[in-house]
């Protein structure tokens, strides 16, 4: 593998490779139908794995499958590849890995590649909400939960969980809104009812396909004030980690 730093010349020629394919191919949790994140025991960068050849991905990911951890392969054709790049950054990725394992691998900084989308550059009356801290906590917490059918609460997972929650309450989140309907809400398969929000725009896109929502941003302490009274809490991006969280509804004062 090409060490931690490389050469800008060689980032260009990798570039240059990836924008010629048809498609990449991307390490994805069957946990959060998220790309796989580790986080690198060396330099500490949270990172991704992508591969120019199928074949490649497949030996990756039956070395991670021998690990039990639970993944598969995705496909990102050459249309949606910016996007690609660019939502890593609302996931907290700071990295990638291209073509683990072949004499081509090389990680690379995702700023390197890909320069942050400037949200100071938004026109008028528009706001950029992201939630990176939270997002890439939830993807660990939610890797690891959801290995195992019943996993062990690990001092680990505790920590992770508890994380997740100080970072949701620092956070502004997306919501969807119906005109005359208020806020959606999801049953899960208990029968408990919970409310979705959203780190970002790109994860309310995928929840809002049909365009019957319009969105709108709350902060994590007014939550619990626009909740249905059958409301558990919240989901975190449902169409991607899919992270219920309980919340206290707040009771009204009397007047």
């Not at 706001?127 to 609460?153: C, G, S």
């Not at 029968?191 to 994590?220: C, H, L, R, S, W």
């Amino acid at each position: 593998m090409k060490e931690e730093t490389n050469k800008p010349e060689e980032i260009l020629e990798l570039a240059k490779r990836l924008r010629e394919q048809d498609a990449i191919f991307v390490i994805i949790s069957k946990c959060t139908q998220m790309p796989y994140v580790i986080c690198d025991e060396d330099t500490f960068d949270d990172e991704i794995l992508i591969f120019e050849d199928v074949d490649d991905a497949r030996r990756v990911k039956e070395r991670l499958e021998e690990k039990q951890e639970p993944v598969h392969i995705g496909k990102v054709d050459k249309p949606k590849q910016l996007l690609f790049y660019t939502t890593l950054y609302t996931m907290g990725v700071n990295a990638f890995i291209a073509n683990r394992g072949t004499q081509n691998e090389m990680r690379v900084q995702l700023q390197d590649f890909l320069p942050k989308p400037d949200s100071e550059k938004l026109p008028d009356g528009k706001v950029w909400i992201e939630n990176p801290e939270l997002h890439l906590t939830a993807l660990y917490f939610v890797q690891e939960l959801r290995k195992t059918e019943n996993p062990d609460i690990t001092e680990e997972l505790k920590k992770l969980r508890e994380e997740v929650l100080v970072d949701f309450q620092r956070g502004t989140y997306v919501i969807a809104m119906a005109d005359e309907k208020g806020l959606p809400m999801l049953k899960q398969k208990n029968g408990d009812v919970y409310q979705p929000v959203f780190t970002d725009i790109m994860e309310f896109n995928k929840f809002n396909v049909e365009k019957k929502f319009k969105p709108a941003m709350v902060e994590a302490e007014k939550i619990s004030n626009i909740m249905a009274p059958e409301s558990k809490g919240v989901v975190v991006n449902p169409l991607g980690v899919n992270l219920p969280l309980q919340l206290q509804k707040k009771q009204q004062e009397n007047k």
